[in-house]
């Protein structure tokens, strides 16, 4: 009896717990019939709460009435793509259906292919009916925009990265929230024509009529100050370059270009980076470079192809830089301890000393930083950003198709582009006009954050330094600043931007553990100066379909599916090969059999 | 009458696991079928010719062999030690060994780090440096951190089934000279083959399939994490479906082999452990000696949950090359504790996983008493179907049923009525279809339980019940339930247990603040860059509290240990 007296309390005090612990219920002044908004996001939840007061604060000023934000959350950004996708399918086709219409087979798909209107109607006249079916389909689809008839029942898409918010315009799932040029006024320009949130940067796309970056991010490098001195590691690593040295084998945490645009696009970056570095040692100066690219631009030609004044090895040195850029990515790969599509789980790592270095989102790495300064002040970890090798991209909002709430939506997009939202981003918690519990310690996109020339942004700018979490004035943080150093042309890696993740996925990942055996094996025998046929072996590219080189890598012929098998198959076997052909050099053979294979 | 009944189960449950299982997955995995309306198999295909799928089941095949040879060794013995034994302690460890497998999600692995890690508890405490054991010991670090999650699994089977052998049987072959080891291979294993068999499949084909301790120690190189990954790429890949399919099939064919070589006699015994006579009392040396495996098991595979509790007790950044943290805080609790999420993803958790357990108690009995007690064609199919929800992946699930709200709540006649909505719609409330996500996640644990309480069972009690004019549901209600209780307890507890830290489908279903369950609120916490790992922790440990107290409560409540309820 005593016992079950003794269990039956112990329940009852877990329990009670929470209820103890539970802080009195916020006072809301929203009730029913005041407007509500639906955002799905995958902002984590101190950035949910804190725009949903100010906005609704905001809103309440400005339009009388509180809002209420029924935020919806169902995990990262690739289950958010597709539940948009899945979702908008299925209330168009219950629509179409209602009207009476034939729903063919695989006319989901067709619904949101970005490509349907770019491809030639079918010849046979047999399949001529069904594809005007489709084609109908396809437009309907996207000439509609009114929640009455169909649409997700969402407004608004909140966070995720500037790919996914292009590839959901593609599809047909988001539309402009503004007819051009009736944008809000002094939202993008400024009275005397300063971009205040520019269109494009450095390679990254901040705007869209229909997408809307309103915080920037980079990606930078965050490493273990302890692992580094284990290490005996004097000098921390400051470039991309200095990743693929054998000290960090197996002790780098990396991001998965597989899973994340913006992942993707700073591997891109990173070969545009190789590609300016060989331009450079070649002896081109920036002027000449701009002019070349203007003239190639201009000319028209089909990729490789130059204008006769432009000298032949201005494209070699582009294609070499390509090239060395390949190859730093895959020794890069080859340090790799795992690659993750968790943002947190780098700093996290580098953190707690299980990473010697990692790929970081600046402000994760910024974060984690700070958190990790131990009780008595002792920092033990850093993040950088390694100069001139990082492009800024931007984390957006857009307007779904069919909103429900289109009105209100619009207003929030208003509201997350002002300089007022913006202070949420950055400000300290508590400061005036900041977020009340979180800092939230992001980078904000308004210019007038930032240092400048001219005198009405710089007063704006000093003010939002005092209340900011971190240093705007530091070129490492200002976004501008990061894009001066990092001249972006689309020509030298824009075409490889897809096929780049096919590449790493087979060259790094699916063939990992034959990479870092024979990785290994080069570093066990002196490093790649005493193997340089080792390092040839390893640095290997195949040659099928066609050999992968800078201008064939644009467009590769046949099946994604084939050619990403024959790849693997080819770096596996290439590896194996290398490993084979480093141990004789320097050991015995009866030694090189006692290397143990990698498991 | 009895083989009418049985076809009437047998057709209602297999219509009920259709709708629920087989439709929402179905809805997934044509994306791997279909392309450009057609029906292809080029992609099933394509899985056999990429050498990276193939060395994925490979490695997946291993880890469930090692795993599962694993759990074998270390949970039979104590099962039978327990069975055998009253040793000082026993009360408390007897429930604390179930403990293990009640890891919360997300703050699992960083616990775990915490004191593996290169700078982790283990390698300060014995000296060793800098190594870095989760990087290097992939394959051995995940079946041991498997087995040592799952092994309780076995140990609940076998310790119901164990509990379930008439010691008559036991004394009657002692008497006749067969003693020692030879007595329980010869009479007591075939005796509890059922109930092993039964926690045995489950622990293979979870380890088969299991998606979280991979990635913990990004061990990359198996089919479910390579299901993961391609589900998760940008851009559409066909090829995660057919591997799951590919998965499915592999683990019914797995399932059905071992059926084929352990599962195929089951011995039932007449009376049901009817005396007392059991165990021996264990006192003084030998009394710790039996006690020493118990604590030494315990401690070792609570390493990560003590991780979580030391995190949730540590101030932001003080756990770091040392043995513990270097400063505790309570605020983390505060914080935890008393957000505005918690208490009602508690009351959310609770009223999801008991609905998902009732569920489950009854189609889990349906199931086994068809497959078990009725003689009609195809029982074995239901069987094996019961077991297909531990081989599919909960993301692929979780996709699935979000694809039948999807459909059924643009219908007309869901869209304007509000009744319907709040069923079906999980945009509109998840609660329909996160229940019936958890039942359906964890029925095998109720229907394995089941059937092997079934077969253990002599037939002949129910038949003497229906001589004396019992009709079916009297004799279910009277005779058979009460006989196979500590079976339905034991796949109850797995069921409730699983069902409060289910990850995937809370995640995706529930996406409203009102309806979130606590693994999600975890996870919201765990979002929070820099503290969130320290906050969530402090929630995560408060899951672990109310699950150990749940567990080891109703072990001690319901009789001196789980299982052996009816001999007293």
């Given at each position: 009896m005593?016992?079950?007296?003794?269990?039956?309390?112990?329940?009852?005090?877990?329990?009670?717990?929470?209820?103890?612990?539970?802080?009195?219920?916020?006072?809301?002044?929203?009730?029913?019939?005041?407007?509500?908004?639906?955002?799905?996001?995958?902002?984590?939840?101190?950035?949910?709460?804190?725009?949903?007061?100010?906005?609704?604060?905001?809103?309440?000023?400005?339009?009388?009435?509180?809002?209420?934000?029924?935020?919806?959350?169902?995990?990262?950004?690739?289950?958010?793509?597709?539940?948009?996708a899945a979702e908008s399918v299925n209330s168009f086709r219950a629509w179409w259906r209602n009207q009476g219409n034939v729903w063919p087979l695989g006319a989901g798909d067709i619904v949101l292919d970005r490509r349907f209107a770019t491809r030639p109607p079918p010849e046979d006249p047999q399949e001529r009916p069904t594809w005007e079916i489709l084609r109908d389909i396809h437009t309907q689809f996207r000439t509609h925009d009114d929640a009455a008839k169909f649409g997700t029942r969402i407004d608004l898409f909140f966070g995720g990265g500037e790919y996914d918010h292009s590839r959901a315009f593609g599809q047909g799932?988001?539309?402009?929230?503004?007819?051009?040029?009736?944008?809000?006024?002094?939202?993008?320009?400024?009275?005397?024509?300063?971009?205040?949130?520019?269109?494009y940067i450095s390679g990254e796309i901040w705007r869209t009529p229909t997408?809307?970056?309103?915080?920037?991010?980079?990606?930078?490098?965050?490493?273990?100050?302890?692992?580094?001195?284990?290490?005996?590691?004097d000098i921390p690593p400051s470039t991309w370059d200095d990743l693929a040295d054998p000290v960090y084998f197996r002790q780098l945490g990396m991001a998965d270009p597989t899973k994340s645009g913006s992942v993707a696009k700073a591997f891109e970056l990173m070969l545009h980076y190789k590609v300016r570095e060989a331009v450079n040692a070649a002896g081109f100066t920036v002027e000449q470079i701009e002019k070349f690219e203007a003239d190639i631009s201009k000319a028209r030609l089909p990729p490789g192809e130059l204008p006769d004044h432009v000298p032949a090895e201005y494209q070699r040195a582009i294609e070499k830089g390509f090239l060395n850029g390949i190859r730093m990515i895959q020794l890069i790969g080859a340090n790799a301890r795992y690659f993750t599509d968790s943002s947190s789980k780098v700093p996290i790592d580098v953190s707690m000393g299980n990473a010697t270095v990692g790929i970081a989102i600046d402000f994760y790495g910024r974060f984690q930083a700070q958190v990790s300064i131990t009780p008595d002040g002792v920092e033990r970890m850093k993040y950088i950003t390694p100069f001139g090798g990082s492009g800024v991209s931007c984390d957006p909002i857009s307007l779904l198709r069919g909103a429900p709430h289109r009105e209100t939506a619009i207003r929030f997009i208003e509201f997350v582009l002002s300089e007022e939202a913006q202070k949420l981003w950055t400000y300290r918690a508590g400061t005036p006009g900041g977020p009340e519990k979180f800092a939230l310690r992001r980078v904000p996109i308004r210019r007038e954050f930032y240092p400048s020339e001219n005198p009405a942004i710089q007063a704006r700018h000093e003010i939002h330094q005092q209340y900011a979490a971190d240093d705007l004035a530091d070129p490492a943080i200002n976004p501008y600043a990061l894009a001066e150093q990092f001249i972006y042309y689309r020509r030298w890696t824009g075409g490889h931007f897809g096929i780049l993740r096919d590449l790493i996925k087979t060259m790094c990942m699916d063939s990992s553990v034959e990479l870092k055996a024979a990785w290994q094996a080069i570093i066990d025998h002196g490093g790649p100066e005493a193997q340089p046929e080792a390092m040839r072996l390893l640095t290997r590219l195949p040659d099928t379909p066609v050999p992968f080189d800078w201008k064939n890598s644009m467009a590769v012929p046949g099946e994604r599916l084939d050619y990403m098998r024959a790849w693997t198959i080819f770096f596996r076997n290439s590896y194996r090969e290398t490993r084979a052909a480093v141990t004789p050099k320097t050991t015995s053979k009866a030694q090189s059999q006692d290397l143990k294979p990698e498991t | 009458m009895r083989a009418k009944i049985s076809w009437i189960i047998f057709i209602a449950v297999s219509l009920i696991f259709g709708f629920l299982f087989l439709a929402p997955l179905w809805m997934v995995v044509k994306g791997g079928f279909v392309e450009g309306g057609q029906f292809t198999l080029k992609y099933l295909v394509g899985v056999f010719r990429n050498p990276v799928y193939l060395e994925g089941l490979t490695n997946s095949l291993l880890i469930a062999i090692g795993t599962s040879t694993l759990v074998t060794i270390?949970?039979?013995?104590?099962?039978?030690?327990?069975?055998?034994?009253?040793?000082?302690?026993?009360?408390?460890?007897?429930?604390?060994?179930?403990?293990?497998?009640?890891?919360?999600?997300?703050?699992?692995?960083?616990?775990?780090?915490?004191?593996?890690?290169?700078?982790?508890?283990?390698?300060?405490?014995?000296?060793?440096?800098p190594v870095d054991w989760l990087g290097k010991l992939q394959y051995w670090g995940v079946i041991s951190l498997q087995a040592l999650a799952l092994y309780p699994i076995m140990y609940l089977n076998?310790?119901?089934?164990?509990?379930?052998?008439?010691?008559?049987?036991?004394?009657?072959?002692?008497?006749?000279?067969?003693?020692?080891?030879?007595?329980?291979?010869?009479?007591?294993?075939?005796?509890?083959?059922p109930g092993l068999f039964a926690g045995g499949t489950i622990v293979f084909i979870w380890s088969f399939t299991e998606l979280g301790t991979p990635l913990i120690m990004n061990y990359t190189k198996c089919a479910s994490v390579q299901v993961f990954d391609a589900l998760k790429e940008i851009g559409t890949n066909p090829f995660p479906y057919a591997l799951v399919c590919v998965m499915l099939a592999m683990s019914v064919s797995l399932y059905l082999i071992g059926k084929f070589i352990f599962g195929g006699k089951a011995y039932a015994m007449q009376s049901k452990a009817a005396t007392v006579a059991g165990t021996k009392n264990a006192r003084g040396i030998k009394g710790i000696l039996v006690l020493a495996p118990f604590v030494l098991v315990i401690f070792v595979a609570l390493t990560p949950h003590l991780g979580v509790i030391a995190t949730s007790f540590a101030a932001p950044g003080s756990w770091y090359q040392s043995i513990?943290?270097?400063?505790?805080?309570?605020?983390?609790?505060?914080?935890?504790?008393?957000?505005?999420?918690?208490?009602s993803s508690i009351r959310n958790s609770l009223f999801y996983s008991v609905l998902a357990v009732m569920f489950n108690t009854v189609i889990g009995i349906a199931i086994a008493y068809v497959v078990v007690r009725s003689t009609i064609p195809f029982r074995g199919i239901l069987d094996s179907l019961a077991m297909l929800p531990l081989a599919v992946p909960g993301l692929v699930?979780?996709?699935?049923?979000?694809?039948?709200?999807?459909?059924?709540?643009?219908?007309?006649?869901?869209?304007?009525?509000?009744?319907?909505?709040?069923?079906?719609?999980?945009?509109?409330?998840?609660?329909?279809?996160?229940?019936?996500?958890?039942?359906?996640?964890?029925?095998?644990?109720?229907?394995?339980?089941?059937?092997a309480g079934l077969q253990q069972t002599s037939v002949t009690l129910e038949e003497a019940a229906a001589n004396l004019g019992a009709n079916l549901w009297t004799t279910l209600r009277k005779?058979?339930?009460?006989?196979?209780?500590?079976?339905?307890?034991?796949?109850?507890?797995?069921?409730?247990?699983?069902?409060?830290?289910?990850?995937?489908?809370?995640?995706?279903?529930?996406?409203?603040?009102?309806?979130?369950?606590?693994?999600?609120?975890?996870?919201?916490?765990?979002?929070?860059?820099?503290?969130?790992k320290y906050i969530a922790s402090a929630l995560g440990v408060w899951a672990m509290m109310f699950l150990t107290v749940t567990i080891i409560g109703s072990s001690l409540i319901l009789g001196r240990k789980l299982g052996a309820i009816f001999r007293v």
């Open positions: 005593m016992r079950n007296i003794t269990i039956l309390l112990a329940a009852a005090l877990v329990i009670s717990l929470p209820f103890i612990f539970r802080k009195p219920a916020e006072i809301r002044d929203w009730k029913p019939g005041d407007p509500t908004l639906v955002i799905i996001s995958a902002h984590n939840e101190a950035i949910r709460y804190e725009f949903a007061q100010a906005f609704s604060r905001w809103h309440r000023e400005r339009y009388g009435a509180p809002v209420k934000i029924d935020w919806r959350a169902i995990g990262g950004t690739s289950e958010i793509a597709r539940y948009l799932l988001t539309v402009a929230p503004w007819a051009e040029g009736e944008e809000p006024p002094g939202l993008f320009k400024s009275e005397d024509g300063i971009d205040l949130i520019p269109a997408l809307f970056g309103n915080a920037v991010s980079t990606f930078g490098i965050c490493y273990n100050i302890d692992r580094l001195k284990d290490n005996g590691v | 270390i949970a039979i013995p104590l099962a039978w030690l327990s069975n055998k034994y009253d040793f000082p302690g026993k009360k408390l460890v007897s429930g604390l060994i179930l403990v293990p497998m009640i890891l919360p999600p997300f703050v699992g692995a960083i616990g775990f780090q915490q004191i593996l890690g290169v700078y982790g508890g283990f390698n300060l405490a014995l000296g060793l440096g076998a310790s119901a089934a164990l509990a379930n052998v008439d010691p008559a049987m036991e004394e009657a072959a002692a008497n006749l000279g067969c003693r020692g080891i030879k007595k329980f291979f010869k009479i007591t294993l075939p005796l509890i083959m513990l943290p270097q400063e505790f805080t309570s605020a983390n609790y505060i914080e935890a504790l008393g957000h505005t999420m918690t208490v699930m979780a996709f699935g049923y979000l694809s039948i709200s999807s459909y059924l709540s643009n219908q007309d006649w869901v869209k304007d009525q509000p009744f319907w909505q709040n069923l079906l719609d999980v945009r509109t409330n998840p609660t329909l279809f996160l229940v019936i996500a958890y039942a359906i996640r964890r029925l095998p644990y109720m229907v394995r339980s089941a059937v005779i058979t339930i009460p006989l196979i209780m500590a079976n339905l307890i034991a796949g109850g507890l797995l069921a409730f247990s699983f069902s409060m830290l289910e990850v995937s489908d809370s995640l995706m279903l529930a996406q409203r603040e009102d309806f979130y369950p606590i693994t999600k609120t975890i996870y919201e916490l765990f979002q929070l860059i820099g503290t969130g």
